[in-house]
T-cell receptor
Framework: AQTVTQSQPEMSVQEAETVTLSCTYDTSESDYYLFWYKQPPSRQMILVIR??????QNATENRFSVNFQKAAKSFSLKISDSQLGDAAMYFC??????????????FGQGTILTVHP | DTEVTQTPKHLVMGMTNKKSLKCEQH?????MYWYKQKAKKPPELMFV???????INESVPSRFSPECPNSSLLNLHLHALQPEDSALYLC?????????????FGEGSRLTVL
């Protein structure tokens, strides 16, 4: 079974600064997908960024980028120029590319990010 | 329209009540999901419907009964719940039951069982 570990229950950052959220995972599969989801307080969860394991290039979406280290099974999220609206719970998630668990997400425990003005 | 709409937003029910949670999407997605989320915890998958057929039931107790009347609607019927069932219930949809696709979540229905 796959597992996803987020070792930072809480993180904080000053507005306009950069913060990195950590995520490690364990799998015996070679083909899979990794995601970061953001859940603001009392608002819906949204996809921040997605990485396909067979792509070596790290995914980026505006101020959000990942550092994907396949051999180390590490998938960290970097938020640049942090904004107050980035405050949320962030979940790292994993999905197999096939097999019986096709389409199921395995979530990490989440990291609460606080942004200070 | 990229919304998943859930009603009601809040629900309080007794252990003997019967109630339903509703979810609607008009994005043409063919996979819909129910998740349960406790405070400050990750969502836990309950059910997945793919093309209106139940594809996954994560060993959820029978007091939770899902229904997918059509491709846009998903219901969760609740009966004889326990206080430990109090949680945020999230509905989500995706284009297909695929690992590559983005899940679109609703804001959730916060359920309190007295």
């Amino acid at each position: 079974a796959q597992t996803v570990t987020q070792s930072q229950p809480e993180m904080s950052v000053q507005e306009a600064e950069t913060v990195t959220l950590s995520c490690t995972y364990d799998t015996s599969e070679s083909d899979y997908y990794l995601f970061w989801y953001k859940q603001p307080p009392s608002r819906q969860m949204i996809l921040v960024i997605r990485q396909e394991a067979y792509k070596q290039q790290n995914a980026t979406e505006n101020r959000f980028s990942v550092n994907f280290q396949k051999a180390a099974k590490s998938f960290s999220l970097k938020i640049s120029d942090s904004q107050l609206g980035d405050a949320a719970m962030y979940f790292c998630a994993y999905s197999n590319a096939g097999g019986t668990s096709y389409g199921k997400l395995t979530f990490g425990q989440g990291t609460i990010l606080t942004v200070h003005p | 329209d990229t919304e998943v709409t859930q009603t009601p937003k809040h629900l309080v029910m007794g252990m003997t009540n019967k109630k339903s949670l509703k979810c609607e999407q008009h994005m043409g997605h063919r996979a819909m999901y129910w998740y349960k989320q406790k405070a400050k915890k990750p969502p836990e998958l309950m059910f997945v419907y793919s093309y209106e057929k139940l594809s996954i039931n994560e060993s959820v107790p029978s007091r939770f009964s899902p229904e997918c009347p059509n491709s846009s609607l998903l219901n969760l019927h609740l009966h004889a719940l326990q206080p430990e069932d109090s949680a945020l219930y999230l509905c989500a949809s995706s284009q297909t039951f695929s690992n590559t696709g983005e899940l679109f979540f609703g804001e959730g229905s916060r359920l309190t069982v007295l």
